[in-house]
């Protein structure tokens, strides 16, 4: 199977976060086809990461994720790029690291594994269930792909999700004054988080803040009586100053959960590839124990999670040979102590 078919065929199988069972099955079809020793690892009833390896020990493994952020759409392509729902969020990048993977096996190498994870695009619970998994003390590099434009990465931003919970008394919208509005209050709260003036980084720059979903009430004629928001702020420092910060603005009107943290990272850049610095996060920090991290991919971020998403077929063959390049370097460096 060519890349661009592999692509193709990865992108229609949908996959929104929760649903990466059917995607998991093919991709374990298809490694098993090409010789290697699949394991579904199951997260619930529904889904399972993918792990594979050779013969040979893992000490180089490919990881990315196999979910997707919503709506599915199919693929289609023209001269230039192929479209559709994960093209560079990150199908195509696990059809590179497949291609590359054969590439290096045809070259010889052998210590070549695969770590495809579900639940990247919500709270990671693949990857921590990966980071457990016996062969991971086996690797010695993890090769990570997100959408750099084939760029290796110098760090990502860190991460912190919570929802914020407001609670008001339910009564008839045309006497206001009998309860207490759970959405104003919330609104409050959210104006009091929005004047916050962030702390930022020289490498990692400005810490950003994302309001991703309001909720509460139950009928324009019904004073709500419950309301949240959920948010996700991109760390540039450690989660504590940003916590203290933000418990500081909602003052006790309504009540913080924290879903997620991890602090920005610091990344292996190599000599010789192109770098750069992303403001997003990736499953790295969940996958610890899977050797040192890199992290490189085709495709732009830009693309990522809109409705044009979108790969160039350029970059994609470009990926196959970075991938492999990458791999045979990392190849001849000196094994860790305990690696």
Same mark, same amino acid.
């Given at each position: ?5 592999l692509?193709r065929?990865?992108?229609?199988i949908?996959?929104?976060t ?10 374990a079809?298809h ?10 690892q199951?997260?619930d ?6 792990i594979?390896?050779?013969?040979g ?12 952020v919503?709506?599915?759409f199919?693929?289609s392509?023209d ?6 729902r ?9 059809a590179?690291q ?5 590439k290096l096996?045809?070259?010889g190498?052998?210590?070549?594994g695969?770590?495809?994870t ?8 693949g ?5 457990a ?10 090769i990570?792909g ?8 110098a760090g ?8 914020i ?15 207490e509005s759970?959405?104003?209050? %919330? ?13 930022s ?22 004073i709500?009586?419950e ?17 203290q ?13 924290y879903?997620s ?8 850049a ?5 770098i750069?610095v992303?403001?997003?996060?990736t499953d790295?920090p969940?996958?610890?124990n899977?050797g040192?991290?890199? %992290? ?7 693309d990522?999670?809109?409705g044009?998403e979108k790969i160039s077929?350029?970059e994609?063959i470009g ?5 492999a390049?990458?791999a045979r ?11």
């Amino acid at each position: 199977m060519d890349l661009f078919t592999l692509t193709r065929q990865l992108i229609d199988i949908p996959s929104i976060t929760g649903d990466e069972g059917a995607v998991g099955r093919f991709l374990a079809q298809h490694l098993a086809k090409l010789g290697y020793a699949v394991e579904l690892q199951a997260i619930d009833r529904e889904r399972s990461n993918l792990i594979a390896t050779t013969d040979g020990s893992p000490g180089i493994v490919f990881s990315t994720h196999m979910d997707t952020v919503p709506p599915h759409f199919g693929s289609s392509e023209d001269e230039e790029n192929i479209y559709g729902r994960g093209a560079c969020d990150a199908k195509g990048i696990i059809a590179a690291q497949i291609l590359a993977a054969e590439k290096l096996r045809a070259e010889g190498f052998s210590e070549i594994g695969f770590v495809f994870t579900v639940d990247e695009e919500m709270a990671s619970l693949g990857a921590t269930a990966a980071n457990a998994h016996p062969l991971a003390r086996e690797c010695r590099y993890l090769i990570n792909g997100e959408p750099t434009d084939n760029k290796m990465a110098a760090g990502t931003k860190g991460s912190l999700r919570f929802t914020i919970v407001c609670e008001g008394r339910a009564a008839h919208s045309a006497y206001p004054e009998q309860g207490e509005s759970a959405l104003e209050k %919330l609104l409050d709260v959210l104006e009091s988080i929005r004047r916050l003036v962030w702390p930022s980084d020289e490498m990692f720059g400005e810490t950003t803040c994302n309001i991703g979903v309001i909720s509460g009430g139950t009928r324009p004629n019904v004073i709500p009586a419950e309301a949240e928001a959920e948010l996700q702020i991109r760390l540039v420092t450690s989660a504590a100053p940003i916590k203290q910060m933000i418990e500081a603005a909602v003052a006790g009107r309504g009540q913080i959960k924290y879903s997620s943290e991890h602090e920005p990272v610091r990344l292996q850049a190599l000599p010789g590839f192109e770098i750069c610095v992303p403001r997003f996060t990736t499953d790295i920090p969940y996958l610890s124990n899977w050797g040192t991290p890199l %992290l490189v991919g085709p495709g732009s971020i830009f693309d990522a999670h809109t409705g044009h998403e979108k790969i160039s077929k350029r970059e994609l063959i470009g990926a196959v040979d970075l991938y492999a390049r990458l791999a045979r370097v990392l190849s001849e460096r000196p094994a860790v102590a305990g690696r």
